[in-house]
T-cell receptor, first 113, second 114 residues
């Protein structure tokens, strides 16, 4: 596609529920990144994939957060037992050959009531 | 732990002015530093990337400088235009960190008035 797409654009859920956020990277981009941005803050790194494998998952805050990229293209960020503090904009990015070519999607705004 | 501070938090200028946005970081052991802009409702756009061995990078009306030893970077915008209105974020990458593991500041929200 022309750019990175993320679905849904908005997600409202109740505390304790499970949610999945999807990211479609630019075709051919081997690297994929997830970030979380709370209101008034800069993005916070969560996880980075190179191909199908997680090259760096040091930013995942706890074991309620998990991400997959089974075929090296689409990625899904999964959050179990959501908490109000998980409310944020979740940003996905992809790149072909490193950070210089980083392209971000528009984000998914998650609200946990 | 790397901490990134951006000053000012917000800036409003008339069109045509030259301006400087500041970024400071506490750990000078960085691999590179990137500047991004973020438009409301949209993702981030990478503007400039400076390697730790470089002093500055230029792209059009934008010039970014890096003084690694003092933990500072500046983004200079020449002849500002209303289309430059956005939030500008700096993000160093620490040595030992993966290419996605960027540490972002809170940003400077720029408003350029016609």
């Amino acid at each position: 596609g022309a750019g990175v797409s993320q679905t849904p654009s908005n997600k409202v859920t109740e505390k304790g529920k499970y949610v999945e956020l999807r990211c479609d990277p630019i075709s051919g981009h081997t690297a994929l990144y997830w970030y979380r941005q709370s209101l008034g803050q800069g993005p916070e790194f969560l996880i980075y994939f190179q191909g199908t494998g997680a090259a760096d998952d040091s930013g995942l805050p706890n074991d309620r957060f998990f991400a997959v990229r089974p075929e090296g293209s689409v990625s899904t960020l999964k959050i179990q037992r959501t908490e109000r503090g998980d409310s944020a904009m979740y940003l996905c990015a992809s790149s072909l050959d490193g950070p210089r070519t980083l392209r971000f999607g528009p984000g998914t705004r998650l609200t946990v009531l | 732990k790397q901490e990134v501070t951006q000053i000012p938090a917000a800036l409003s200028v008339p069109e045509g002015e030259n301006l400087v946005l500041n970024c400071s970081f506490t750990d000078s052991a960085i691999y590179n530093l990137q500047w991004f802009r973020q438009d409301p409702g949209k993702g981030l756009t990478s503007l400039l990337l400076i390697q730790s061995s470089q002093r500055e990078q230029t792209s059009g009306r934008l010039n970014a400088s890096l003084d690694k030893s003092s933990g500072r970077s500046t983004l200079y915008i020449a002849a500002s235009q209303p289309g430059d209105s956005a939030t500008y974020l700096c993000a160093p990458r620490n040595y030992g960190g993966s290419q996605g593991n960027l540490i972002f500041g809170k940003g400077t929200k720029l408003s350029v008035k016609p």
